[in-house]
């Protein structure tokens, strides 16, 4: 008894209430009440409620910002809410999860039924866990107070427990293709019911090589279902998938594909690699408290980098493929809550993020794939908001710098440091066979290889050999 006093001692009741029996259940009660928050009034008027988005969903939307739509959302939802397929070319932070969101929604709640056992109505693919989580976040709150609920499955995460809320059905799931491979192959999910289907950052899942896992996921899904496919480029493997998933769908483009956002100011600046992470402290030390990301090529590179920032007392989080998934969630809720400045990241764990108070994009290292240039500077100048995206670009990285100015068919302004010399070797010439051809004089090139003789070659043609 002396223990239960102290407990009830310990546990001050709100004013006006009485002390619950039970207060160990609290928590998990407060969970329920925030999940199923009582439904606002309905709103029948406003620019949603004019292109058919239901009015319980619409009530939701001034509350998160939603106050008319941006030029993706109107050319899209209009097309969705009539059930027809859709292909959306667009750059991340133009409001493509509402855009696919707000109508599927409304038609879920328009044919409102149960979704089955170890099934679910509607099905959201997206690359990486981080934005699999930001569009799960923005489903709940679209949807709050009305009957959809959804769910996210990612790795990383108890597998055993996804199967456990699986069995029951679900409303809207939102997935990695990885994930979703794995519920399949252990029958947890049947997707033959589904009813509508949205690929999120389609070309990303490309690039990280999940195309065989959306062939085997399209042979599971029925031929009746409505297909809403989004991408910020259009390559030729894409247009594959777009006629392997789309029929005869309705495209509609804000930003032409590879080019990036208007309102991100870019930049070019030429400096050697071993000076590079100088450079990155000389830029962000201009900006104190305006939050950055930072973009790394490798894991090891990006973890050893934070480190050094770190070291010289930068407020700095890292996200890559060797952070755990409770790794990867704090250092974000971190950075979204302004707790930490910097995010270091590799291209994988980066895809997708909307975090609208970025303001500076750092490429450290340049990407092997152009378009990946455009979704990396996507992760600023968000929600209306302007950006600045850097890139520090090395000698031996200007083959990337060209490839991405032609991708984007323009170029990237120098803003510091001098562009070295883009000589390039004239290549050797070979006659058939691979063997040598003769020289001018008609003597035959030796086959052998030359002594080395470094004492005799300059340093500079010994960096360009």
Not at 58 to 86: C, F
Not at 113 to 121: H, T
Request: net charge positive; with cysteine; hydrophobic share 40%.
């Amino acid at each position: 008894m002396q223990v239960i006093e102290m407990n009830n001692e310990k546990r001050r009741p709100r004013r006006g209430q009485k002390p619950r029996p039970n207060p160990q259940r609290a928590p998990r009660e407060a969970g329920v009440a925030a999940r199923r928050a009582p439904a606002r009034a309905p709103v029948e008027t406003g620019p949603f409620a004019e292109m058919g988005i239901d009015p319980r969903i619409n009530a939701n939307l001034a509350p998160m910002g939603l106050n008319a739509p941006t030029p993706i959302q109107a050319q899209a939802i209009p097309h969705i809410v009539q059930g027809i397929d859709l292909l959306g070319l667009a750059q991340t932070g133009t409001g493509k999860t509402a855009a696919f969101s707000l109508p599927m929604l409304t038609r879920l709640l328009a044919h409102g039924r149960k979704p089955d056992p170890r099934s679910c109505r509607a099905l959201i693919l997206a690359p990486t866990r981080e934005l699999a989580t930001q569009i799960a976040a923005s489903v709940e709150g679209f949807a709050e107070g009305t009957p959809i609920r959804a769910f996210r499955v990612v790795g990383g995460a108890s597998i055993n427990v996804q199967m456990q809320r699986i069995e029951r059905g679900v409303d809207v799931l939102i997935a990695t293709p990885g994930r979703l491979i794995d519920l399949l192959d252990r029958r947890a999910l049947d997707l033959s019911k589904t009813e509508y289907l949205v690929l999120d950052e389609a070309d990303q899942m490309l690039d990280i090589g999940f195309i065989h896992a959306l062939r085997r996921i399209a042979r599971e899904l029925p031929a009746k279902r409505q297909t809403l496919l989004f991408s910020a480029t259009m390559p030729k493997l894409m247009e594959e998938l777009a006629s392997t998933y789309l029929k005869n769908p309705e495209k509609v483009q804000v930003n032409p594909p590879g080019q990036a956002a208007e309102k991100i100011e870019q930049g070019v600046h030429f400096v050697n690699q071993g000076d590079k992470a100088t450079l990155l402290a000389e830029y962000m030390s201009k900006h104190p408290g305006e939050l950055a990301i930072v973009f790394g090529r490798t894991k090891y590179g990006s973890e050893k980098l934070a480190k050094l920032l770190d070291k010289w007392g930068f407020s700095v989080a890292a996200i890559h493929g060797n952070k755990s998934q409770g790794q990867r969630e704090r250092a974000l809720a971190a950075f979204r809550e302004g707790k930490t400045q910097v995010l270091v990241a590799t291209d994988v764990a980066a895809r997708g993020l909307d975090i609208p108070q970025v303001a500076h994009v750092y490429n450290f290292d340049l990407p092997n794939v152009p378009e990946n240039y455009v979704h990396r500077i996507g992760r600023t100048a968000r929600a209306g908001r302007d950006g600045r995206a850097v890139a520090f670009c090395a000698p031996g990285e200007i083959g990337e710098l060209r490839a991405i100015e032609k991708a984007m068919k323009s170029k990237i302004p120098v803003i510091g440091g001098e562009a070295p010399a883009e000589e390039k070797p004239a290549p050797r010439s070979r006659g058939r066979g691979g063997a040598p051809r003769a020289r001018p004089g008609g003597e035959a090139a030796p086959r052998k290889r030359p002594a080395r003789r470094p004492s005799r070659r300059p340093k500079s043609q010994q960096q360009n050999a």
